[in-house]
T-cell receptor, first 119, second 114 residues
């Protein structure tokens, strides 16, 4: 399977604990994105990387959240001191950005997500 | 900021019925517009897209036209099948400036009955 993979698929933790999720993008994709989706809502953008550089961060990404992509391949999303409000599905996506004209689109391919439950 | 509003579900239709799922947006400039679909137990998949005004995106019998004057991107299909049952998300991407995150609507759950 050459799609986007995420690990773990499910995580249950207690409030105050730290958690880390991993995303492996499609090979050769240079952009990687993190989204959060709560029940009954659409995904909300958190941040994205181009290679190892973090280019955009949403206001939703509080100080307790940190994302890395150290070698420009896989990425990790860490949540420190988890709160019950952090319970959600965390989605990763990747895309291949190629030089193109205005209004081009680099399709984002989504992984299956990691479901976090904070007790 | 940018936002997407789509009709709430669930939407329940009989097989072969005509489908419309409404989507309107608020954004600065001329965003790119998308419909994503999430089938049961699967991840989000791009269904169709339109990158400029009056463009029509189409795929698998679904169509949507980018209407700048009404800031809309309604999804339509002439004859739905049971296999179309899924959650459909309308989304936009703001143009330029390095922004590449998508803004999604809340999703519309579509149920097709045989």
């Amino acid at each position: 399977d050459t799609g986007v993979s995420q690990d773990p698929r499910h995580k249950i933790t207690k409030r105050g604990q730290n958690v880390t999720f991993r995303c492996d993008p499609i090979s050769e994709h240079n952009r990687l994105y993190w989204y959060r989706q709560t029940l009954g809502q659409g995904p909300e953008f958190l941040t994205y990387f181009q290679n190892e550089a973090q280019l955009e961060k949403s206001r939703l990404l509080s100080d307790r959240f940190s994302a890395e992509r150290p070698k420009g391949s896989f990425s990790t999303l860490e949540i420190q001191r988890t709160e019950q409000g952090d319970s959600a599905m965390y989605l990763c996506a990747s895309s291949l950005l190629v030089p193109a004209g205005e209004n081009s689109y680099n399709e984002q391919f989504f992984g299956p997500g990691t479901r976090l439950t904070v007790l | 900021g940018d936002s997407v509003t789509q009709m709430e579900g669930p939407v329940t239709l009989s097989e072969e019925a005509f489908l419309t799922i409404n989507c309107t947006y608020t954004a600065t400039g001329y965003p790119s517009l998308f419909w994503y679909v999430q089938y049961p137990g699967e991840g989000l998949q791009l269904l169709l897209k339109a990158t400029k005004a009056d463009d029509k995106g189409s795929n698998k019998g679904f169509e949507a036209t980018y209407r700048k004057e009404t800031t809309s991107f309604h999804l339509e299909k002439g004859s739905v099948q049971v296999s179309d049952s899924a959650v459909y998300f309308c989304a936009l991407r703001s143009p330029g400036g390095g922004a590449d995150g998508l803004t999604f609507g809340k999703g519309t759950h579509l149920i097709i009955q045989p």
